[in-house]
């Protein structure tokens, strides 16, 4: 039985091989997605502790407090330290030499004037000795034309850019501080009042000649108290990779998640493939069974065969999936994404990627294996024993029902639950049904879809939908790997659309002004505002900020502007009058002039108040216990804390033009701050929607191949299995043109069925979602993106179309008299 299942494959190599396309594309994936992985992973471990060559100790903050500027010098103090620094990260801006802010966010971090603690390669000059210097990476410095020796314009959240002058460059090309962006290093206290710091990040720590690091920690611990913590060297470097590798971990299992989606679809093909081949050997099984082959070996046999296959398909999956991982690196470079390391292929992964092609490829293979056993070997002898229809059970019809019905019935309760697990939930059981359901649901499609085009093409379509549905489980297979890639595909399509749609009209109901000033990456300067607000051309400056106290989130309103989603007396907001939410003043037992106390401080309740734009949610704080407050009243209480965005109108009688020209003088000077109006603001917001959907749309498109791939092979073996009846229809008068037109219209009306109830369950998905984000707060409803569905829909005929072209060559390359004869 082994000589001879090795002779069928040397015989059918080029066939099988065609039919494990799949295996090949979904262990490509798996390998790519590693080996990326790998590469990426050894890279953080090479650059972890890029910037600790020099630290033997580090002291560190246990809660979110900074370490104040004092606590170095008390560690300095230390028997056995040889030098002492505090060190912080944060944001920054730089104004370019034509006066203009330098893209790209802008990793700033304070550089140590000790020389036992510098750590940073420095490319020309030196690095900054004492106030006033500052140093930039290398590439920064050569696109701006920046000189040494020159001033540089520097700002952030501590105010206005000033001037500092660049006394080098430095290479942070490929360590944590390369994020795509500039980097600037300052000395401490600089970086301290650029970042508005009130303190360090962390203290670093260099031991004298000869001392015990042990010992030397045990001194330190002493000294800062048991509020910090001190670690040794070894710890930090291994704090350090754990830092480095998390997010990447987190991005690989992102990745693994499209991988696994993949490797169901490669699943469903690839049985289905199976099923088709050993179904059109059943002569010939039944043949082996006759001369004494059992039902066992026939069935180890035909496993062996898949393992093989599925083998070399997996090694074939290996080797794009290096050239898959090295496509990755200039696609990460062209999304701002930093990438370190090489290529690294592991032992590992070759295993792993082999292991699991073959596994999938033998797991598919059970169920058609066992099926081909069944069949008495006399009566596969004959005509009638082959059938050319299967149908599916009553239990399976039956529990397919109740499956999609539980889904589709577990989406639309996610809506009134407000629960995302339940959406992902229903979705799954949906999708399930479908898959149990598609026997039935499936045929019934293609006929209704193959109605219109009988009509129009006439009996070539015919001949095409009873081609379709004469197998329903096959048909029912090859539609449903196309259900899940285009399900997940048009989820995320019209989720993407619908949330785009919900945020603008958010911004329209939230943001009232006709200019938006936001921080860019980071809060607004402390002074900005008020340089704003004293602006004859502007009439209204609201900075929005927002700090919890006392379980009770408080949030600043201008007078002006409440009453665009508030609701109830907001002209009593005012100095020392606050308006409280309806939730918060019903649980304190609070009404209009009643006394509340915030912070230590005494206020009256102005009104209570309720929030027109969104429902009340639950977050950090019990739902709707929220007090506003003016912006000076707000300042008063909490100074120090800072918004992300500013609402800016023109004052009465001044234009938006003159208003902006007013701003942007104002702004020249802080650099990390962004002008924006409402439109350009919904696009920000937007973007990263867009770039979302589109890296998703690209990591499912591979599954969407797949299944497209199944298609093709399908539709081949079935080309195959009706030689003879291809024959009898040419001998008849069938053209060669229309034979064509059949096989295509047969492969449309597969992919489009696919299609559709792939459309139809992400819809239905994306639709969940938005009821929950609805319910979460915000004006959230589903929008159908018709222009991008229709595309889905037109890139899945035209690649059916093209799937079409092989089979339909094959069926035309034999004779017609050859073809008659065929057993």
């Given at each position: 039985m082994i000589?001879m ?5 040397r015989?059918e ?8 396309l799949?295996v090949?594309l979904?262990v490509a994936?798996i ?18 502790g890029?910037?600790?060559r020099?630290?033997d100790?580090g002291?560190?903050?246990r ?5 104040p ?12 330290v040889?030098?002492a620094?505090?060190e ?5 801006g730089?104004?370019?030499v034509?006066g203009r ?6 990793v ?18 030196r ?6 210097e500052?140093?930039?990476?290398a590439?920064?410095v050569?696109e701006?034309?920046?000189t ?5 314009q520097?700002g ?5 850019a000033?001037p500092?002058t660049?006394?080098g460059t430095?290479d ?5 501080r390369?994020v795509?962006?500039?980097?600037i ?6 970086a301290?009042a ?5 303190g360090y990040?962390r203290?670093?720590v260099a031991a ?7 010992a ?9 108290g048991?509020?910090?913590e ?7 470097l291994?704090d350090a990779?754990?830092?480095a ?8 299992m992102l990745l693994?998640?499209?991988v ?5 679809v490669?699943?469903f093909?690839i049985?289905?493939i199976f ?19 059992t ?6 046999a035909?496993?062996?065969?898949s ?12 080797l ?14 062209r999304?701002d ?5 090489g ?15 073959t596994?999938?490829?033998?797991a598919?293979a059970?169920?058609p294996?066992?099926?081909?056993t069944?069949?008495a070997?006399v009566?596969?002898l004959?005509d009638?024993?082959?059938?050319p ?9 039956a529990l ?8 589709i019935?577990t989406?639309?309760?996610a ?7 339940l ?10 049904g479908i898959?149990?359901f598609g026997p039935?649901l ?9 109605w219109?085009?009988r ?17 329903p489980?096959?048909?029912a297979?090859?539609?449903?790997a196309l ?6 595909v048009?989820?995320?399509v019209?989720?993407?659309?619908s949330t ?5 009209r958010?911004?329209?109901a939230?943001?009232g ?7 860019i ?13 004293a602006?004859?051309?502007?009439g ?5 900020r ?10 600043t ?5 409440a009453?665009?989603t508030?609701?109830g007396?907001?002209g009593r907001l005012?100095p020392g ?11 304190r037992?609070?009404?209009a ?5 915030i912070?230590?401080r005494?206020?009256?309740v ?11 949610v639950?977050?950090a704080v ?8 003016t912006?000076?009243d707000?300042?008063a209480?909490f100074?120090?804390?800072r918004?992300f ?5 023109p004052?009465?009688?001044v ?6 020209d ?10 990390t701050?962004?002008l ?9 917001l937007?973007?990263?929607v ?11 498109g ?6 497209l791939?199944g298609v093709?092979?399908?539709l ?8 003879r009846?291809n024959?009898?229809l040419?001998a ?16 449309v ?19 969940a ?8 707060g915000?004006?959230?409803h589903?929008?159908?993106?018709l ?15 093209l ?9 035309l390359?034999?004779?017609v008299?050859e073809?008659?004869?065929e057993?």
């Open positions: 000589r299942t090795l002779r069928s494959l015989a190599a080029l066939r099988m091989l065609l039919s494990a799949a090949v979904g994936f390998a790519g997605t590693l080996i990326f992985a790998d590469g990426m992973r050894a890279g953080a471990y090479d650059r972890a890029v910037f600790d020099h630290t100790l002291v560190y903050p809660g979110d407090t900074p370490l500027a004092s606590l170095v010098e008390r560690v300095r103090a230390v028997d056995g040889a030098a620094a505090g912080l990260t944060g944001t920054a730089i104004l370019g034509a802010p330098v893209l790209g966010f802008a700033l971090a304070a550089i140590p004037t000790e020389p036992a603690l510098r750590s940073y390669d420095v490319v020309a000059g690095l900054p000795d004492s106030a006033g500052v140093v930039l990476d590439p920064t050569a701006e034309g920046f040494l020796g020159a001033p540089v520097i952030g959240t501590g105010g206005a000033r500092y660049l006394v430095v942070v090309a490929g360590t944590t390369d795509g962006g500039p980097f290093g300052l000395v401490g206290s600089d301290l650029v970042t508005d710091g009130r990040g203290i670093m004298r000649a000869g001392t015990s690091g042990a030397l920690a045990e001194r330190v611990r002493a000294a800062v048991a509020d910090v001190v670690k040794g060297r070894q710890q930090i291994d990779v754990d830092d590798v998390r997010d990447l971990n987190q991005f690989t693994l998640t499209f696994g989606v993949a490797v169901v490669a699943g093909v049985a289905n099923a088709i081949v050993l179904a059109q050997r059943t002569r010939r099984t039944a043949l082996l069974r006759l001369v004494g082959a039902r066992g070996q026939v069935f180890r035909a496993l062996l065969e393992a093989l296959v599925g083998f070399v398909a997996s090694a074939l999956g290996v794009l999936g290096v050239g898959l991982a090295a496509a990755m690196r200039p696609l990460m470079s999304l994404v930093p990438f370190t390391g290529l690294t292929v592991a032992g590992s992964t070759v295993l792993t990627s082999l292991l699991l092609g596994a999938l490829t033998v598919a059970l169920l294996a066992w099926r081909g069944r069949v070997p009566a596969a004959t009638a024993a082959v059938q229809s299967q149908g599916a059970g009553l239990l399976r019809l397919g029902a109740v499956v999609l019905g539980l889904g019935a989406l639309v309760g809506a009134s639950a407000g629960q995302v697990l959406v992902a939930l229903g979705g799954v059981l949906a999708f399930f898959v149990l039935v499936v045929p019934a499609l293609v006929r209704v879809i193959g219109p085009v009509r129009l093409v006439g009996t070539t379509a015919g001949l095409a939908v009873e081609n379709a549905v004469r197998n489980r096959r048909v297979a090859t539609a449903t259900v899940i890639g285009i399900g997940l048009s989820a995320f019209v989720g993407a659309r785009k749609d919900g945020i603008e958010n911004v329209d939230q943001i002004t006709d200019f938006v000033v936001t921080g990456g980071q809060d607004l300067p402390a002074l900005l505002a008020a340089e704003l607000a602006l004859p051309e502007l209204v400056v609201h900075e929005q927002t700090m919890i106290s006392d379980d009770v989130r408080i949030r309103a201008h007078p002006a502007l009453g665009r508030l609701s007396d907001v005012g009058q606050a308006l409280v939410h309806r939730e918060l003043a019903q649980a037992g609070w009404q002039g009643s006394p509340l106390t912070a230590g005494s206020f009256q102005g009104a209570v108040v309720a929030d027109d734009g969104t429902a009340p639950a977050g019990p739902a709707g216990h929220v007090i506003y407050l912006g000076a707000f300042t209480l100074p120090d804390q918004g965005l500013a609402e800016i109108d004052a009465q009688g234009s938006a033009e003159r208003a902006r007013a701003i942007e003088a104002v702004l020249a000077r802080y650099p701050v962004n924006l109006d409402q439109g350009a603001y919904k696009k920000m937007t973007g990263t867009d770039m979302l959907l589109a890296f998703v749309t690209a990591l499912l591979l599954a969407v191949v797949i299944a791939v093709a092979n399908t081949s073996l079935s080309v195959v299995e009706r030689t009846e024959g009898v040419r008849v008068g069938m053209t060669r043109s229309r034979m064509r037109a059949m096989l295509a219209v047969e492969a009306l597969m992919a489009l069925v696919g299609a559709v109830l792939g459309i139809g369950l992400g819809t239905g998905v994306s639709a979602a938005m009821a929950v984000l609805a319910r979460l915000g004006d959230f589903v929008v159908l993106p222009g991008q569905l229709g595309l889905i829909l037109g890139v899945a005929v035209l690649a059916a179309l799937a079409s072209v092989l089979p339909a060559r094959r069926a390359s034999r004779p008299v073809a008659l004869g057993q």
